[in-house]
């Protein structure tokens, strides 16, 4: 949801809905009017979980209400199409992060490579053969997403690199033809690779268009940037994190777009350079880690935006040996020397940290 789709003069006391949550509140409220049982909308409550996690909107208030009491008919769906889902996701446990990393990807996929009806068949198919059709296209569009993404970041990486661009404050590259529906992923990986506002651009050549997905950091708020610079566009949208916007290029330049996001960014930072920080919510000792804590920790579920789950730190460790695993390489395991003696980790999806083992 947009800055600018929230209505101000709205008296309704929650405003961070995800459009999914919009629409169930409008079953609602027709349901009430009337009078329908409420459990012949609240079996839905499963879908509008998924949708309200996937969108990344604050999990507090209704939406922590929903994604809680949805993740619970999740477990027990009877939906074909999402069975089949959850099965392909493999997750032994079903909890926000299941719904983040094995649902969501697949069912964005489908937009993202242009075949938004298949999920719409899956999750209205009443047929488990179908819904199992279904979701291994999901899944091959899924696989296809992560090839290109792949691509699209290895040759931003190059433009960077060759470039001298990680010395700006802001992360401006773009190319003809990058795929439009996955450019706000590899945005969102520069953001954790430099730590700065990132705004990934394609070119269509025959629309004289640029199209850009742009992801930011929690110092800046990426809407407040584009609207300072919303004259050289013909449509921008966002919220403080995630936004895009697009240009014609008969009126204005690529090189004149990445001069001003720079120029504003580096205003807002009045000398300031930034640092990516971690919250520690507690320091514990290594001993203090079983299963009991993992109980309690489970209880705060589900995690998303506004509650994420705790960060722990533990001092007196040192990292002894690495190594990359899993089929592509993107997991480390870690031996790491403790007061207890080695112990194993695994850091998932950082297999590009340059670590230092000693």
């Known amino acids: 949801m947009t800055e600018k789709q929230k209505i101000k003069t709205s008296k309704y006391p929650f405003n961070q809905l995800a459009g999914v949550g919009v629409v169930f509140k409008l079953i609602q409220a027709i349901g009430k009017k009337l009078k329908i049982e409420e459990r012949e909308y609240l079996k839905y409550l499963d879908i509008v979980c998924i949708g ?6 604050p999990l507090i208030d209704e939406n922590r209400v929903i994604a809680k009491l949805g993740l619970k008919l999740v ?6 199409g999402l069975k089949a889902l959850l099965k392909m996701a493999n997750y032994k446990e079903i ?3 299941a719904i983040s990393f094995g649902i969501a990807p697949r069912i964005n996929a489908c937009g993202r490579m242009g075949h938004e009806r298949d999920a719409l068949d899956l999750f209205l198919t009443e047929n488990i053969v179908e819904a199992n059709r279904i979701t291994e296209k999901l899944n091959e569009y899924n696989k296809k997403r992560q090839d290109i993404e792949k691509k699209i970041f290895e040759e931003a990486i190059g433009k960077i690199e060759s470039e001298n661009l990680k010395e700006n404050n802001a992360l401006v590259v773009g190319a003809e033809d990058w795929h439009h529906g996955v450019i706000g992923i590899v945005a969102s990986k520069f953001v954790e690779k430099y730590y700065k506002p990132a705004f990934i651009m394609t070119y269509n050549e025959e629309e004289k268009r640029y199209r850009c997905s742009a992801r930011g950091v929690k110092e800046l708020n990426l809407f407040d940037i584009m609207s300072v610079n919303s004259e050289l566009f013909e449509g921008f949208g966002g919220h403080q994190l995630a936004g895009g916007f697009s240009f014609n290029s008969e ?9 001003a996001l720079n120029q504003t960014i580096d205003e807002m930072l009045n000398g300031e350079k930034l640092k990516p920080s971690l919250d520690i919510d507690l320091e514990i000792d290594l001993k203090d880690i079983d299963v009991s804590l993992v109980e309690e920790i489970n209880k705060l579920e589900p995690f998303g935006a506004s509650n994420p789950s705790p960060t722990f730190a533990i001092k007196n460790m040192t990292l ?4 990359l695993m899993g089929s592509t390489k993107d997991h480390l395991k870690l031996i790491i020397e403790t007061p207890q003696g080695p112990k194993d980790c695994i850091w998932w999806s950082r297999g590009d940290v340059p670590l230092i083992a000693g």
Do not use: A, G
């Open 320 to 323: 002894k040996q690495k190594k």
């Open 75 to 80: 477990e027990q769906t009877k939906s074909p």
């Open 251 to 259: 009126k204005c330049s690529f090189e004149d777009i990445k001069k």
């Open 95 to 97: 909890n926000s992060s």
């Open 52 to 57: 309200t996690i996937s969108d990344i909107v």
